[in-house]
T-cell receptor
């Protein structure tokens, strides 16, 4: 069953703690993306990676970090420096040589207590 | 950078009627305009897209129109059904053969289909 898997689906953390969200894909896509979704705000790009061992900041990268050690995996760390981390996080991938269609995971909802 | 405005933020229509969602963009270099549908609690999925060399594209009950001169594009849904209830996002990018890093999304429209 091909697709993108995000975990955990729900996560609670205390202020001052870092947390890492997992994103794995078996679509053999080169490019992967992290978006943040807030009510009434659409989808905002946090980080993206077009190839292994390379990634670029998106529009709202402050307080976040990523790595891309394997083609299939693109974890996102929400650090304590992120001022307002409570949000719904979506991971996506695309076959950059094809249509550009984004394939999304089911998302991770992070709540900071 | 690109700025995409989407209206309305909420749209309620009677089942069987048509629904229209409109988006405007600011970057005249944008040439790829996808629409994503996100049902409650689910992931966004591409439902239709259009490129700048085409003025209109249809797929069964949905259609998208593009006016490059005015820099706006619209999603049209005819004969609406309960399963059309969702949040719809428009987006624009200067797509040049791949990658979504240049994709800018609108803020979304919550479409409600009234029985």
């Amino acid at each position: 069953d091909g697709g993108i898997t995000q975990s955990p689906k729900y996560l609670f953390r205390k202020e001052g703690q870092n947390v890492t969200l997992s994103c794995e894909q078996n679509l053999n896509h080169d490019a992967m993306y992290w978006y943040r979704q807030d009510p009434g705000q659409g989808l905002r790009l946090i980080y993206y990676s077009q190839i292994v061992n390379d990634f670029q900041k998106g529009d709202i990268a402050e307080g976040y970090s990523v790595s891309r050690e394997k083609k299939e995996s693109f974890p996102l760390t929400v650090t304590s420096a992120q001022k307002n981390p409570t949000a719904f996080y979506l991971c996506a991938s695309t076959d950059s040589l094809n249509t550009g269609e984004l394939f999304f995971g089911e998302g991770s909802r992070l709540t900071v207590l | 950078g690109e700025n995409v405005e989407q209206h309305p933020s909420t749209l309620s229509v009677q089942e069987g009627d048509s629904a229209v969602i409109k988006c405007t963009y600011s970057d005249s270099a944008s040439n790829y305009f996808p629409w994503y549908k996100q049902e409650l609690g689910k992931r966004p999925q591409l439902i239709i897209d259009i490129r700048s060399n085409v003025g209109e594209k249809k797929d069964q009950r949905i259609a998208v129109t593009l006016n490059k001169t005015a820099k706006h594009f619209s999603l049209h849904i005819t004969e609406t059904q309960p399963e059309d209830s969702a949040v719809y996002f428009c987006a624009a990018s200067s797509y040049s053969g791949g990658g979504a890093d240049g994709l800018t999304f609108g803020k979304g429209t919550h479409l409600i289909i009234q029985p």
